[in-house]
């Protein structure tokens, strides 16, 4: 029996809605992608050449390299730092109940909130006071409260999703606090600190906003160096270096799905 | 008399001593303003097996829990072997425990979860491996040291459950409702098998379940709670015979319920009047009611017994439930509470002997026990 005409139509719309919202979501990076193979020195769609010397000069420009190094290095430090804090945060929120822990909550999840160029500008002020304002620590400081509540969303999950009893099993046949952290909570908390981490470092190496107020010339991290080059230049370049920044996440993601699946990165439950 | 009481109460413990394995001394445990626990006390023999039983939310896993150490009791004292345990952390108590979904660490290996306790212990690897190899052949898992728990079923997870909580030789073991998650024919295979494993080592242990015929098959002592509080401990047979609490005699097996007179008490019997019919009991249960007072009269359907029309109550026979190795009848009669009696009659004859429609008696044969009404 067929189905009346108004149905198929029906269905023929639905997968044209859905396949226009999926080539939306990956438009910008096709565009981007395609101009950055352009043989002009001007970032047009589509390119009317083929040519990869824009990726060489990406490559070769020392600003970006700086600002690769530098993004690496406040990157690195924000993440690391923000894994601890917000992974301490996260047992304190999950396991004791005290007054003030909604208003707790409330604080550490706000940079949601606060607008990044807020918090950079109120930082920018208070380097400035202690004479800070052009070293590495200001930068890291800012990312820090920027990701941190991404890192503590991750971990608090996790907490959520461990058994408590586990951990009641381990001291009912003797180990100690400290051992049962290192031998049951911790490793079965590992994918969650993983992805944890790895959140926080995609969203800091990516960070503009702020950063554009607290970093200076030595310390500027890759999407500022990209904005100082595109507000003289108006080549390929930056769309060279997009390619190659979209190829190195995809690698790093996919590495991270290959070790410990990205089901267990993105903090997805299976059902069974 | 009450300084012969106290004397001998006071003289007990020292005699009996060694043999306390736990002892639990007017524990009580608050949530809050709730009570989950009222000044529990309770001795338990060492090595033998103990079941806390009740239906939930009746303190039974508090109970549970207050003995591991995972919660701390806001009144009274915890023995193990004779040593005060109600400061004592988890960790330093030496009490294996079996948890409902057994708490398998999903990241380890068989062995390795099984060899946990010891490699806490500080226990020299060779010995661990040993020793492991040793308890994994007592629960039949000898082959499945390498096998991450997923990669087993229901009962097999349970047994290795087992063996980590016993490999420690622990003091005392706790078995927090571990049949609940399998189905119904490995629960009877595992029951006896536990059983089994249990009686073998000696380990004194503590069961806890809301099903009474798991706790009637499987204990030397139930301790019946309800409410927060113990409310009898016994032998299963006392604890299904003899009970001395309304809640117990109702909640532990089948129970016919009968509204009866006070006849009279005399020493530790009594005896009630169901319409003309006379019920010897227990006066226990009665103490302090006088002669004529209304009580009602708890029999189980298997200390009944059909017969001719005349004897004992009247009734109609209304149904009849095959069971296999009995028949249960079920008697309309105006004699009891709910107006229809149960009877157990052994045998597979009933049917043809007491068909449907019949008028019959129905007589006490066994034990009964009295109580006073519920206050309505």
Same mark, same amino acid.
């Given at each position: ?8 139509? *029906?269905? !023929? %719309?639905?997968? #044209? ?5 999926? &080539? ?5 990076? =096709? /565009? ?91 930082? *920018?002020? !208070? %380097?400035?006071? #202690? ?5 590495? &620590? ?5 990312? =820090? /409260? ?91 370049? *930056? ?34 | ?376």
């Amino acid at each position: 029996m067929r189905r009346p005409l108004s149905h198929r139509l *029906l269905g !023929l %719309a639905g997968k #044209i809605a859905v396949g226009l919202v999926v &080539a939306f979501i990956l438009l910008p990076a =096709v /565009v981007v992608t395609m101009s950055a193979f352009n043989d002009k020195a001007i970032m047009n769609f589509p390119p009317t050449g083929f040519s990869t010397r824009w990726f060489a000069r990406a490559f070769s420009y020392s600003d970006f390299s700086s600002g690769f190094r530098n993004g690496l290095i406040v990157t690195a430090f924000a993440s690391t730092i923000a894994l601890v804090v917000g992974t301490g945060f996260a047992f304190v929120l999950d396991r004791y109940e005290f007054r003030g822990k909604k208003a707790m909550e409330a604080i550490l999840t706000s940079p949601l909130v606060i607008p990044h160029f807020t918090i950079g500008l109120g930082f *920018l002020i !208070l %380097a400035a006071q #202690i004479h800070a304002a052009r070293g590495f &620590a200001v930068v890291v400081v800012t990312h =820090v /409260v920027l990701v941190l509540p991404f890192v503590m969303r991750s971990v608090y999950v996790s907490l959520r999703n461990l058994d408590a009893r586990l951990e009641l099993a381990a001291a009912s046949l003797g180990a100690r606090p400290g051992r049962t952290l290192f031998t049951i909570t911790l490793p079965l908390l590992l994918p969650g600190l993983v992805s944890g981490w790895l959140f926080a470092a995609i969203l800091s190496f990516n960070e503009f906003t702020a950063s554009l107020f607290v970093t200076a010339q030595a310390t500027q991290t890759l999407p500022v160096a990209m904005y100082n080059y595109v507000r003289e230049y108006a080549d390929p370049t *930056l769309a060279a270096l997009s390619v190659v920044y979209i190829v190195v996440t995809a690698l790093l993601l996919t590495i991270a799905n290959r070790f410990l699946g990205l089901g267990k990165v993105l903090n997805v439950e299976h059902g069974r | 008399m009450a300084a012969e009481r106290l004397h001998t109460g006071t003289e007990a413990p020292a005699a009996t001593s060694a043999r306390v394995g736990v002892q639990i001394d007017g524990v009580t445990k608050k949530f809050g303003a709730f009570t989950a626990l009222h000044e529990a006390w309770l001795k338990i023999e060492q090595g033998s097996f103990m079941t806390l039983l009740g239906p939930s939310g009746c303190g039974k896993t508090t109970l549970l829990n207050l003995l591991a150490g995972f919660l701390e009791a806001n009144g009274g004292e915890i023995f193990v072997d004779g040593q005060l345990m109600t400061e004592t952390p988890p960790y330093a108590r030496e009490i294996g425990v079996v948890f409902q979904n057994y708490a398998l660490f999903p990241h380890m290996s068989v062995e390795k979860n099984v060899g946990y306790g010891l490699a806490a212990r500080g226990v020299p690897k060779r010995e661990i491996a040993s020793r492991v190899a040793d308890m994994l052949a007592l629960v039949k898992l000898s082959d499945f040291g390498h096998r991450k728990p997923k990669e087993l079923s229901g009962g097999q997870q349970q047994r290795v459950a087992l063996a980590r909580a016993l490999v420690i030789r622990p003091k005392l073991l706790l078995l927090d409702e571990p049949f609940s998650a399998l189905d119904k024919n490995l629960r009877g295979a595992m029951q006896v098998e536990i059983k089994e494993i249990q009686r073998s080592l000696g380990v004194t242990t503590i069961f806890v379940t809301h099903d009474q015929s798991e706790a009637l098959s499987m204990s030397d002592r139930i301790a019946v709670m309800s409410a927060g509080r113990i409310r009898q401990v016994g032998t299963p047979d006392e604890i299904y015979r003899r009970p001395t609490d309304r809640f117990v005699a109702s909640f532990v097996g089948d129970v016919n319920v009968l509204p009866a007179k006070l006849e009279r008490r005399l020493d530790d019997r009594a005896s009630v009047m169901v319409g003309a019919v006379r019920v010897e009991v227990p006066a226990g249960t009665v103490d302090g009611l006088a002669p004529g007072a209304a009580v009602d009269l708890f029999v189980r359907p298997d200390a009944l017994a059909i017969g001719e029309k005349g004897s004992g109550f009247p009734g109609t026979i209304a149904a009849h439930v095959y069971q296999g190795s009995h028949v249960d009848v079920l008697v309309d009669s105006p004699a009891t509470t709910g107006g229809r009696l149960l009877v157990r009659v052994p045998g597979t004859q009933a049917p043809h002997r007491w068909p449907v429609g019949q008028a019959v008696g129905v007589t006490p044969t066994g034990d009964a026990v009295a109580f006073p009404p519920e206050a309505a």
